[in-house]
């Protein structure tokens, strides 16, 4: 019997078999509206794997990729080499559409990855990726999660990279284009994601993953302060009509104490628990038109499964209302990454 999770990336499918739920509000639709793809070393998440997710029981309309670095270009210019990315999501979007996967619609949208501190050099690649999607590509993430603890991960080699010159030069072109933003920072970042929402107005900026407070490493222990900080820079970010925020990926530390219980995947009780004072803020201040829950899979696939996450949510907001919860599982999301009207 598996004794729990694998944090090397792989997934224990017969450790999560070992806890089931049954399926709340079965019918509701829902656009997954962050999820990866890749093949890597102990770790494969392709087709075959996301549509067995989504065929666990939630009805799922259509998902977003978001970018992770998958299937680049081996060879060529290095700036053009996350086309390979787009391409790879194109073909598994066509393999979706044709009907031959199941009802759900993967890959609908693209959120890619282009390195906007190339200026005015990002205009042609950002083309290319249009012209390669077929029309889905909606979006860049350009991911500066920094912290100056060295526990904490980073995706860039430097803070501040939000306030660059060369950033800003590369970032205009998104509205040229009718492209959103996807920020992956720290909530200690947040304030940065709020002036460049106030400089670029008429660019679309995602949250990802509730604005990511740094809740271990450095902040073990702090986990009142932590929220307290976090939640005064969400409310300040929330007055950026612009901005909006995925509600999702945050771990949760287990109040359990028998062994047994820790053994098990979570439960939507837990994760619901545990993430509850995050959504209400999120929910008070950006309102339901603003937020959108996110899978993050395969990456949460490691702590639970895909039915037992949007069961989560569901628990979540089970006392919004009906168009709050249209809002939150597929309105908030078809409008920030412009999906089909027949997919929302």
């Known amino acids: ?81 996350s086309l390979g ?6 073909g598994v979007a066509a393999m979706s559409a044709s009907g031959g996967f199941g009802p759900a619609r993967a890959c609908a949208a693209i959120v890619g990855n282009v390195n906007l501190m190339l ?8 083309e290319a990726h249009l012209a390669a999607s077929g029309g889905r590509f909606s979006a860049v993430r350009f991911s500066t999660a920094w912290d100056a603890d060295e526990r904490v991960h980073k995706t860039v080699p430097r803070p501040g990279m939000l306030e660059e010159s060369q950033f800003r030069e590369g970032f205009r072109y998104l509205a040229r284009f009718g492209l959103a933003f996807d920020a992956w920072v720290y909530h200690p970042q947040l304030g940065e994601v709020g002036t460049l929402a106030a400089d670029f107005p008429h660019t679309q900026i995602v949250i990802n993953h509730f604005g990511s407070p740094i809740l271990g490493g450095p902040n073990a222990g702090r986990a009142a302060e932590v929220f307290a ?48 004072p995050f959504f209400e803020v999120c929910v008070e201040h950006f309102g339901a038109r603003r937020c959108m829950f996110e899978s993050n899979f395969p990456v949460q696939k490691r702590w639970c499964s895909y039915a037992v996450l949007w069961n989560a949510f569901k628990r979540l907001a089970s006392d919004a209302s009906a168009d709050e919860k249209s809002a939150l599982f597929r309105g908030t999301a078809a409008r920030a990454y412009k999906l089909p009207p027949a997919l929302a």
């Open 1 to 81: 019997m598996s004794s729990g999770p694998d944090f090397s990336g792989r997934v224990d499918e017969a450790w999560l078999a070992q806890y089931r739920e049954e399926i709340i509000e079965p019918e509701l639709p829902i656009v997954d509206c962050h999820h990866h793809l890749w093949s890597r070393a102990g770790s494969v998440y392709l087709l075959p794997e996301l549509v067995a997710d989504l065929s666990s029981g939630h009805n799922i309309r259509a998902t977003v990729f978001e970018e992770c670095g998958s299937m680049y270009r081996a060879d060529g210019p290095e700036e053009l080499r």
């Open 85 to 90: 990315e787009t391409e790879f999501v194109t």
């Open 119 to 126: 200026r005015s050099r990002v205009e042609p690649i950002l």
């Open 229 to 276: 900080e976090w939640r005064k820079a969400m409310t300040t970010l929330a007055s950026h009509e612009n901005v909006s925020v995925k509600l999702g990926a945050l771990p949760v530390r287990r109040s359990q104490t028998s062994r047994e219980s820790r053994a098990l995947p979570l439960s939507s009780e837990e994760i619901a628990a545990a993430w509850r």
